[in-house]
């Protein structure tokens, strides 16, 4: 079979095809070095084959689902690239959005086109900057651009402006749980600003291996990406996905990037060896891709690190060597995607036609001034006003649920009742409604509201329950007082309607009242449950458990 390398916009009448890009044609060398790396591409993997059919056995023996103690220990490091929400893309004017119609956002200048020359956009920096600060980093007062250089069909320009030697942000740090109630702080070496790549997708295969063709779609060519290293700190894969899950929350609450792993906002790449405990040594680096969920990123890391167990200690060492792996989510297992027989060489060079990126004080203090509540922040209040450190967590899990959280105190509403309201009923509706926080029409000062009609003693939590239906539907948010008495819904406190329910119940339910007074105490549950009955729910439970009580003991001569 051939493997070609097509666009989107290829006329299907051109033979042999071309990489097209709005009516433009790539020229001929490329397409020449793209049918050459599929050519090689393919060798590469039929020549390995052989020898991962040796390794499989091996493999197999670690399972993805447990990590027993041996005399090795993890060491993890993890790559994130994340796509900043600017409106417009890095160095060019084209728009910053996902999706839309193949090869619609795209310029000369994404294009790498001769003549063009990139922009830098200044939101790109700030956001660059506030993620930085955001994690604790110094901020480089003069930085500079290079071009990584290489080829692959998905990069127009044959080289992607990053920054190399001088990173924008480094020495950071962010603390994570690790789980075992206790709480790590993973270093950050560095943050770095780049551009996206495009995207190759491959018809009639998941990948390049079997294809029959490869489309380039060039939209997120240029898009700005910020690249979050941290350093090998990690000791698992739960570490791992925690550090992640906690990295994606801070980038959603600064409000630069909405970490959608779905839709490719949020890449992860992490880098795994194990080595004798006790030694400080790094042990042989393997690198896994093809992580789209932090579920993937911990169960990848977890198999890894068994399959590199199990090779070190069946002296089997040589099957441990540096190389890329790819996640196979369907089998649970990584496999070989290409060997590192040396370091890349991508032939860095200052970027020729960008300046040096100069960062004063007064914007970092600016930036530094617009600071929101991180993540950290807010739990700690959160735990400040009265929540377990589990309850702070939940809350602060989502950006729009600590929003709706606070906008509910604000309204007046006791922290524990609302905590206990929105983690429960509301989080389990919009669940099952698949809304966001945001889409809800039971508005906080509703919420808090509703909860100071049951402090206050005017309708009751089993009333309030019933409801929250309605009110989920918008319904009460004016007046809600009015709206639960003209549902006659206000709870029965006073003691003359009361006695007159409980005795109405008692005369109705004689042959229980007899058997209640022969000894069967338990009954007090039947005769709360008529009494309830009888008043739809509205009786006082604090009252009513008092005078039932009251009138039990009298009707039994006590």
């Known amino acids: 079979m051939a493997c070609r390398v097509s666009s989107w916009l290829r006329p299907h009448h051109l033979h042999p095809p071309r990489l097209a890009v709005l009516g433009r044609f790539l020229p001929e060398r490329v397409q020449h070095e793209a049918h050459a790396h599929a050519r090689v591409t393919r060798r590469f993997h039929t020549c390995r084959t052989a020898s991962s059919a040796a390794q499989l056995a091996t493999e ?22 994340v796509q900043l929400n600017t409106r417009t893309k890095a160095f060019c004017a084209c728009p910053n959005q996902y999706g839309g119609e193949p090869n619609s956002h795209i310029c000369p200048v994404c294009l790498g086109h001769p003549g063009t020359l990139p922009v830098l956009n200044a939101a790109v920096v700030d956001k660059a900057v506030l993620t930085g600060l955001a994690l604790g980093c110094s901020i480089a007062r003069h930085s500079i651009f290079s071009r990584k250089q290489y080829f692959y069909p998905d ?61 380039a779609d060039y939209n997120r060519a240029g898009v700005p990406l910020l690249e979050v290293v941290s350093e090998p700190d990690m ?20 409000g630069v990037s909405n970490g959608n792993m779905a839709e490719g906002s949020l890449r992860c790449d992490v880098n795994v060896s194990v080595r004798p405990r006790g030694t400080t040594a790094l042990g042989t680096k393997v690198e896994v891709k093809n992580l789209n969920s932090f579920n993937s990123v911990q169960r990848a890391i977890q198999f890894e690190i068994e399959r590199q167990v199990t090779a070190l200690s069946s002296g089997a060492e040589h099957e ?25 060489d991508y032939r860095f060079f200052p970027e020729p036609d960008l300046p040096p990126l100069e960062v004063s004080e007064e914007t970092i203090a600016r930036i530094q001034a617009s600071m929101p509540e991180l993540p950290q922040e807010k739990r700690a209040r959160f735990e400040g006003l009265g929540l377990s450190p589990y309850d702070a967590h939940v ?30 009923d509301i989080m389990a509706h919009c669940k099952e409604a698949h809304l966001g926080m945001d889409d809800l029409l039971l508005t906080p000062t509703t919420l808090a509201k509703l909860l100071g009609l049951i402090e206050k003693g ?45 005795n109405n119940v008692l005369e109705s339910n004689s042959k229980q009242l007899e058997q209640y007074k022969q000894g069967k105490t338990k009954l007090q549950g039947f005769f709360v449950g008529q ?24 009707e039994a001569g006590q």
């Open 60 to 81: 197999q023996q670690a399972t993805p689902n447990s990590q027993p103690e041996t005399d090795y220990e993890a060491v993890v490091g993890i790559e994130c690239h």
């Open 458 to 502: 005017t309708i009751s939590g089993k009333i309030a329950k019933d409801l929250l239906p309605d009110l989920l539907q918008g319904k009460g948010s004016g007046d809600l007082l009015a709206y639960v008495e003209a549902k006659g819904l206000i709870q029965i406190s006073d003691e003359g309607a009361l006695l007159d329910i409980i």
């Open 395 to 424: 809350l602060c899990d989502d950006l729009a649920v600590a929003g709706y959280f606070d906008a509910a105190l604000e309204a007046g509403a006791s922290p524990k009742p609302a905590a206990n309201w929105i983690m429960g």
């Open 235 to 254: 000791r698992s894969g739960q570490e791992a996905a925690a550090y992640g899950a906690e990295l994606r929350r801070l980038l959603r609450y600064i």
């Open 531 to 554: 009494v309830m009955k009888e008043s739809r729910g509205r009786a006082n439970p604090g009252e009513l458990q008092r005078l039932l009580m009251q009138r039990l003991a009298e």
């Open 320 to 344: 441990v060597v540096v190389e890329t792996r790819v996640w196979d989510e369907a089998a649970a297992r990584t496999r070989t995607m290409r060997k590192k027989e040396g370091q890349a």
């Open 155 to 215: 990069l127009p320009k044959g080289y992607q402006i990053s920054q190399h030697d001088t990173p924008l942000a480094y020495n950071g740090s962010l603390e994570i749980d690790a789980g075992d109630g206790t709480r790590r702080r993973i270093g950050i070496t560095r943050v770095h600003v780049e551009e996206d790549a495009g995207k190759l997708v491959y018809v009639g295969a998941q990948a390049l291996t079997g294809a029959a063709s490869a489309q």
